[in-house]
């Protein structure tokens, strides 16, 4: 029977429903480490990057799995490989840029070569001069590739998994999330730009903050002020059968941000959030184009563990987290829309990217969210967060937006990949 780490005994989960999540969980380096092993190099399928930024053979990325560094890339023959970027002889970095095209990576610490598949195919002086130095004869270059992922691709979208037993992509999906992600990609995406924010906190408050539709229309200004949505509006999430993933989604139409109904300022009314009759002097950059045949005009979809799929009305992008440490992740944002765009859409899409990101009009509050947090809880690691909006007990799809039962849902199976068991009386 495999011994449990020693981290995992420092911190109870009370309620096998998820609904107390000890402090400790995200402040200890040593969960963390675990973390990198049993989540993200665990049986799972992450998010790498989109087929249309590498396009042509020799085309590649660098990104990361967790904290560890990946290159994704186009091989000769059309197919698409990835690979840890790291350097079988010392463990060096091999490819140092973001993007580019290449023949294949060098390592410039000592010039070993790989081809676009990871296989060692170059080793400088590997015979040594005149029969002095160099490897020994039995050097086997076919045992020291670069370490591969498997990939799946769905509708251009790249996943790679460290682990063999990892299901099928589809499956690990599941119908709703294959549906979202058919939806968004259902033709040729377009690059229009990246962002890179780098926040001081936990990368699972950042998960929890994102399976929390509670938070959308109580912290964020602007959305509440202007009426992108609010809690009274029309709205819920959707998860998978196991609940890692969730779906949180509005309607358009539901509250126009013309109107200022009564449940709203009622629902607002000791916050001091809201002033339900400030008006934009120039509304565009809110209107919504509809371009899917459902009246759903946004929805944020997160994927366990390490990504999610934003559409904030006509404004579409991928984020992907990336961690440095149990105190420090990066989101890296990839926006895209569709080949067929005119320009008229192509600078709507621009221009409504600033409800989003680091200076967001509606999302710059989530890093803060997520620092204040992350500092407050820096001592008292067994004292729990409350997770109650929603209500207690089963985990199931929701048709409003005052809840935060899918977080319950992806802590329950954060404990399974961990080896934690949860459950006993609620304090």
Not at 214 to 225: A, D, E, S, V, Y
Not at 318 to 342: M, P
């Amino acid at each position: 029977m495999t011994a449990i780490p020693e981290a995992l005994r420092r911190y109870h989960f009370p309620a096998a429903d998820g609904s107390r999540i000890p402090y400790g969980m995200y402040r200890d380096a040593e969960i963390y480490a675990l973390e990198q092993e049993r989540i993200f190099r665990g049986p799972v399928w992450n998010y790498l990057a989109l087929e249309c930024e590498i396009p042509a053979p020799g085309d590649f990325r660098t990104v990361a799995v967790g904290d560890t560094p990946v290159i994704v890339n186009r091989a000769r023959d059309g197919s698409i490989h990835a690979m840890v970027n790291r350097c079988a002889h010392r463990g060096a970095i091999v490819q140092r840029q973001i993007y580019g095209n290449a023949r294949g990576h060098i390592c410039c610490y000592h010039q070993w070569s790989y081809d676009l598949t990871g296989r060692l195919v170059s080793v400088p002086f590997r015979r040594g001069v005149k029969g002095v130095g160099g490897l020994p004869a039995d050097f086997d270059m076919g045992c020291h590739g670069l370490q591969t992922l498997r990939v799946s691709v769905l509708n251009g979208v790249i996943f790679g998994s460290f682990s063999e037993d990892t299901e099928p992509l589809e499956t690990f999906l599941d119908a709703p999330f294959v549906a979202q992600l058919k939806r968004l990609f259902h033709k040729q995406p377009v690059v229009l730009g990246y962002q890179r924010q780098r926040i001081f906190g936990n990368w699972k408050l950042y998960t929890d903050n994102l399976r929390d539709p509670n938070h959308g229309g109580l912290l964020h200004m602007f959305q509440i002020t202007f009426g992108i949505a609010r809690l009274s509006g029309r709205g819920g999430a959707t998860m998978d059968r196991e609940h890692k993933h969730n779906m949180s989604w509005a309607a358009q139409g539901s509250r126009p941000a013309d109107e200022a109904p009564a449940e709203s300022k009622e629902g607002y009314g000791d916050t001091g959030r809201g002033d339900m009759d400030i008006r934009l002097r120039d509304p565009s950059m809110l209107r919504y184009h509809k371009e899917y045949p459902d009246d759903l005009s946004l929805t944020i979809a997160s994927i366990f563990p390490n990504s999610a799929f934003q559409q904030i009305g006509n404004t579409l992008a991928v984020r992907q987290f990336r961690t440095t440490s149990a105190d420090e992740f990066e989101i890296v944002s990839t926006y895209f829309g569709y080949a067929d765009d005119d320009e008229v859409m192509r600078r709507h899409r621009l221009r409504k990217a600033n409800l989003a990101g680091p200076a967001g009009l509606v999302s710059m509050e989530d890093g803060e969210a997520v620092e204040l947090v992350h500092r407050a809880i820096v001592r008292d690691a067994q004292e729990h967060s409350v997770v109650e909006f929603g209500g207690r007990g089963a985990i199931t799809d929701q048709e409003n937006l005052v809840t935060d039962v899918p977080m319950r849902g992806f802590w329950i199976h954060y404990c399974k990949l961990m080896g934690i068991e949860a459950g006993g009386p609620l304090p």
